[in-house]
């Protein structure tokens, strides 16, 4: 079962628009968590790192926020543009891994016109 | 501009033959990770190294192999090919610290007839 879950798994939205991806994790001990942005064909791309004590962290129109007690993570995206439309991967970085990353499966998201 | 750079976009082999995939980082970036990417599973660990001829397995090393004779390079070997290894390829690479972020190549996609 994979410890990193996230849903929808895919979503269509109306440019302008905004959506919220999440995020719920099981793994620990948690050190931090990363939001990515994979476009088709391509390798992923940073979005936002948060580490446990951190509750929210945004980047231009997105915006992530974490609750370590809930283990819950989302990925608010505000007046989607056409070049949003990517997959969107949840990560966590487990402490005493050297360096492991575990990966969510993805949110598909498409913005049409 | 960081830079992590695979040598081929797209791949073709037979299987049975051995396959080479290269990766090169220009960041002096202590660790390196391959990962594989199939739909539905998202991104699993093949194989990481966090310094020079050093490496460690991942979730899902078997049929492969690695090598890291300098810091800058990390190459995938898939001893012998099969139509299960048919899937796309990702490297990163990463600091020794906890709190930053893995840069990606841009992906192999390798398919074994």
């Known amino acids: 079962k994979n410890q990193v879950e996230q849903s929808p798994q895919s979503l269509i939205i109306l440019e302008g628009k905004n959506c919220t991806l999440q995020?719920?994790?099981?793994?620990?001990?948690?050190?931090?968590l990363r939001w990515y942005k994979q476009d088709t064909g391509r390798g992923p791309v940073s979005l936002t790192i948060?580490?446990?004590?951190?509750n929210t962290k945004s980047n231009g129109r997105y915006t992530a926020t974490l609750d370590a007690d809930t283990k819950q993570s989302s990925l608010h995206i505000t007046a989607s543009q056409l070049s949003d439309s990517a997959s969107y991967i949840c990560v966590v970085y487990l402490t005493g891994t050297a360096s492991k990353l575990t990966f969510g499966t993805g949110t598909r998201l498409q913005v049409t016109l | 501009d960081v830079k992590v750079t695979q040598s081929s976009r797209y791949l073709v082999k037979r299987t049975g033959e051995k396959v080479f995939l290269e990766c090169v980082q220009d960041?002096?970036?202590?660790?390196m990770f391959w990962y594989r990417q199939d739909p539905g599973l998202g991104l699993r660990l093949i194989y990481f190294?966090?310094?020079?001829?050093?490496?460690e397995k991942g979730d899902i090393p078997e049929g492969y192999s690695v090598s890291r004779e300098k810091k800058e390079r990390f190459s995938l070997i898939l001893e012998s090919a099969s139509t299960n290894q048919t899937s796309m390829y990702l490297c990163?690479?990463?600091?020794?610290?906890?709190?930053?972020?893995?840069?990606f190549g841009q992906g192999t996609r390798l398919t074994v007839v």
């Open positions: 190294s966090y310094d020079v001829k050093m490496k």
């Open positions: 960041m002096d970036h202590e660790n």
């Open positions: 995020c719920n994790y099981t793994v620990s001990p948690f050190s931090n």
């Open positions: 948060m580490t446990f004590s951190e």
């Open positions: 990163a690479s990463s600091w020794d610290r906890a709190d930053t972020e893995a840069f």
